[in-house]
């Protein structure tokens, strides 16, 4: 054995003693840096239409007549909104401004229709398809609008058909967002703290 | 002289094995991360096939195995079941980026139905965010916060998940045939028999696939129950994983988690094949494009700019 192998031996056995140590530390101190798991909030991932719980919950339907057969006498067609008619309701459907357009004027638990036999509550989207023809179209063949249940319906009840009103408010109908979900959650890194660069036409 | 050569000095025999000792204690300590690992394997698991070799006595065995360890882990007795293929169904997706109003309900609703990792976040769908008047996918954002979704007359979202082709790239690379195009278009992994080279992250145009980069954490009482062996169990460490529209729903007859939960509409679900199917009424009747088209990976997902 010569010097220059015992020189080696000096350097490589304790080398060897702290490669022990420091694997069975770090063995037994490793930590996951991976933050433990939150919750979801259940408003981001269960379904609902804007309108649901307000369609089930509060509107009572079909007993306007308690009211306006008994006592409310039939009003003048030709007023537009009567005085102190429903002051809660806040009307927003642009030009269509006459209550009696939509709720017919003899019978206020119905709608009306062409025939003036008046529709049902269950048939609104018909009283719709009244004025927005193209809509209603698209909501018959599927292509508008919320379906529920099965996508191969083989009975009647596999598919509920989500009505205009359960998304629309009918006297505001324009579609009003309720519940947003939070952006992906990254490491600190890939957070975006700028606002992103659009290229404007012409100055590539 | 022969006999002094070979001869092994007292001192010569001490570092030689004072060497051999340290080597051996260091290689011992260098895998003894290794004993940590008893528990979470066994033979059993080692010696599993691939699921398309699987006889159906050793599924019934293996399911019984998985759902034992998913209530020694998560306290919750699951069900792993395994719908089979319907016949004569392709599933395909319409998305009307049109009503699209990028509240990201689609996101959490998919994490919540296919017990993705809370954390690390795995989420299969991205919506990404774009000006109006622009397709440029180059500055779209996917990140934005809550309060820029919604701005319908700002901004246009367009949600992006694995577009199930019908020519999959991430098939053709997988090494190890772990993942395949089943008979009705849904292209699944085993996610036991995934070794996770990550070729098929690489090979997806559309960022369709996920990894698991660190174990995966799930609350114990937001755990789905109701499993399927090639889509919602509960991944493991190294595994990639994808959107399978969500097959324990859809091969029973229901829509997938994100149509369900999209408020405005804008997700349609169905069968290609079927003409009446609400999909092909779409695909037959609006204008209907296709992301990256030109890559000929034939997506079964189709998006609509229609308004009305």
Redesign the interface.
Same mark, same amino acid.
């Given at each position: 054995m010569n010097r220059n192998v015992k020189l080696w031996l000096f350097i490589t056995v304790p080398l060897c003693c702290l490669l022990v140590i420091v694997f069975i530390v770090s063995g037994f101190t490793f930590k996951s840096p991976v933050p433990p798991a939150k919750p979801l909030s259940s408003k981001w991932y269960i379904p609902e239409t804007p309108r649901e719980n307000i369609i089930e919950n509060e509107v009572v339907v079909g007993n306007c007549w308690i009211c306006h057969a008994m006592w409310v006498p039939i009003p003048d067609p030709n007023v537009i909104r009567p005085i102190g008619a429903h002051p809660e309701v806040i009307l927003k459907h642009g030009k269509n401004k006459r209550c009696y357009n939509c709720h017919m004027i003899t019978d206020r638990s119905r709608y009306t229709s062409d025939d003036g036999k008046g529709l049902l509550y269950t048939n609104v989207a018909q009283l719709c398809g009244r004025c927005h023809g193209i809509v209603y179209r698209n909501w018959l063949n599927g292509t508008h609008g919320v379906n529920r249940g099965k996508w191969a319906p083989k009975k009647p009840f596999d598919v509920t058909k989500f009505q205009c009103n359960y998304c629309h408010d009918p006297h505001q109908p324009k579609y009003k967002f309720r519940h947003m979900a939070p952006p992906p959650t990254w490491d600190k890194k890939f957070i975006r703290t700028k606002k992103v660069e659009i290229f404007k036409e012409g100055e590539m | 002289m022969g006999d002094n050569k070979n001869k092994l000095s007292r001192?010569?025999f001490l570092?030689a094995a004072?060497?051999g000792a340290?080597?051996c204690?260091?290689s011992a300590?260098?895998i003894?991360?290794l004993l940590k690992l008893t528990n979470k394997f066994s033979l059993e698991e080692f010696l599993q096939k691939n699921y398309r070799e699987l006889t159906p006595e050793d599924k019934k065995r293996i399911f019984k195995r998985l759902e034992r360890e998913i209530s020694k882990k998560y306290g919750v007795k699951a069900k792993i079941s395994d719908p089979p293929p319907l016949k004569g169904v392709k599933y395909a997706m319409v998305i009307?980026v049109g009503r699209c109003?990028?509240?990201?309900?689609c996101?959490?609703?998919c994490?919540?139905e296919n017990n993705n990792?809370? !954390? #690390?976040?795995v989420?299969y769908i991205?919506v990404m965010r774009m000006?109006k008047g622009k397709i440029?996918l180059e500055?779209a954002?996917?990140?934005?916060?809550? !309060?820029e @979704?919604?701005q319908t007359d700002k901004y246009w979202y367009m949600p992006v998940q694995c577009h199930q082709c019908e020519d999959p790239p991430c098939v053709k690379v997988c090494p190890v045939s772990a993942t395949w195009k089943e008979p009705d278009g849904i292209v699944v992994v085993d996610y036991n028999w995934c070794i996770g080279c990550r070729y098929c992250l690489a090979a997806c145009p559309y960022y369709g696939r996920r990894f698991n980069w @660190?174990?995966p954490?799930? #609350?114990k009482?937001?755990l789905n129950p109701d499993m399927a062996y090639l889509s919602n169990r509960p991944r493991y460490k190294g595994n990639a994983e994808k959107c399978t529209f969500c097959l324990q729903r859809?091969r029973n007859?229901?829509?997938t988690?994100c149509v369900? @939960?999209? #408020?405005?509409?804008a997700r349609?679900?169905?069968?290609l094949l079927?003409a009446e199917?609400?999909v092909r009424?779409?695909i037959d009747?609006?204008r209907v494009f296709i992301l990256k088209e030109e890559l000929n990976t034939i997506p079964k997902m189709y998006y609509?700019f !229609?308004k009305?």
């Amino acid at each position: 054995m010569n010097r220059n192998v015992k020189l080696w031996l000096f350097i490589t056995v304790p080398l060897c003693c702290l490669l022990v140590i420091v694997f069975i530390v770090s063995g037994f101190t490793f930590k996951s840096p991976v933050p433990p798991a939150k919750p979801l909030s259940s408003k981001w991932y269960i379904p609902e239409t804007p309108r649901e719980n307000i369609i089930e919950n509060e509107v009572v339907v079909g007993n306007c007549w308690i009211c306006h057969a008994m006592w409310v006498p039939i009003p003048d067609p030709n007023v537009i909104r009567p005085i102190g008619a429903h002051p809660e309701v806040i009307l927003k459907h642009g030009k269509n401004k006459r209550c009696y357009n939509c709720h017919m004027i003899t019978d206020r638990s119905r709608y009306t229709s062409d025939d003036g036999k008046g529709l049902l509550y269950t048939n609104v989207a018909q009283l719709c398809g009244r004025c927005h023809g193209i809509v209603y179209r698209n909501w018959l063949n599927g292509t508008h609008g919320v379906n529920r249940g099965k996508w191969a319906p083989k009975k009647p009840f596999d598919v509920t058909k989500f009505q205009c009103n359960y998304c629309h408010d009918p006297h505001q109908p324009k579609y009003k967002f309720r519940h947003m979900a939070p952006p992906p959650t990254w490491d600190k890194k890939f957070i975006r703290t700028k606002k992103v660069e659009i290229f404007k036409e012409g100055e590539m | 002289m022969g006999d002094n050569k070979n001869k092994l000095s007292r001192r010569e025999f001490l570092t030689a094995a004072g060497i051999g000792a340290a080597t051996c204690v260091a290689s011992a300590a260098a895998i003894s991360p290794l004993l940590k690992l008893t528990n979470k394997f066994s033979l059993e698991e080692f010696l599993q096939k691939n699921y398309r070799e699987l006889t159906p006595e050793d599924k019934k065995r293996i399911f019984k195995r998985l759902e034992r360890e998913i209530s020694k882990k998560y306290g919750v007795k699951a069900k792993i079941s395994d719908p089979p293929p319907l016949k004569g169904v392709k599933y395909a997706m319409v998305i009307n980026v049109g009503r699209c109003i990028g509240c990201r309900k689609c996101v959490y609703a998919c994490m919540k139905e296919n017990n993705n990792s809370r !954390s #690390p976040q795995v989420q299969y769908i991205r919506v990404m965010r774009m000006e109006k008047g622009k397709i440029d996918l180059e500055t779209a954002v996917h990140d934005y916060p809550e !309060s820029e @979704a919604g701005q319908t007359d700002k901004y246009w979202y367009m949600p992006v998940q694995c577009h199930q082709c019908e020519d999959p790239p991430c098939v053709k690379v997988c090494p190890v045939s772990a993942t395949w195009k089943e008979p009705d278009g849904i292209v699944v992994v085993d996610y036991n028999w995934c070794i996770g080279c990550r070729y098929c992250l690489a090979a997806c145009p559309y960022y369709g696939r996920r990894f698991n980069w @660190a174990e995966p954490q799930i #609350p114990k009482n937001e755990l789905n129950p109701d499993m399927a062996y090639l889509s919602n169990r509960p991944r493991y460490k190294g595994n990639a994983e994808k959107c399978t529209f969500c097959l324990q729903r859809t091969r029973n007859g229901r829509y997938t988690a994100c149509v369900e @939960a999209c #408020p405005t509409g804008a997700r349609k679900f169905g069968n290609l094949l079927d003409a009446e199917s609400e999909v092909r009424k779409i695909i037959d009747k609006e204008r209907v494009f296709i992301l990256k088209e030109e890559l000929n990976t034939i997506p079964k997902m189709y998006y609509v700019f !229609s308004k009305a």
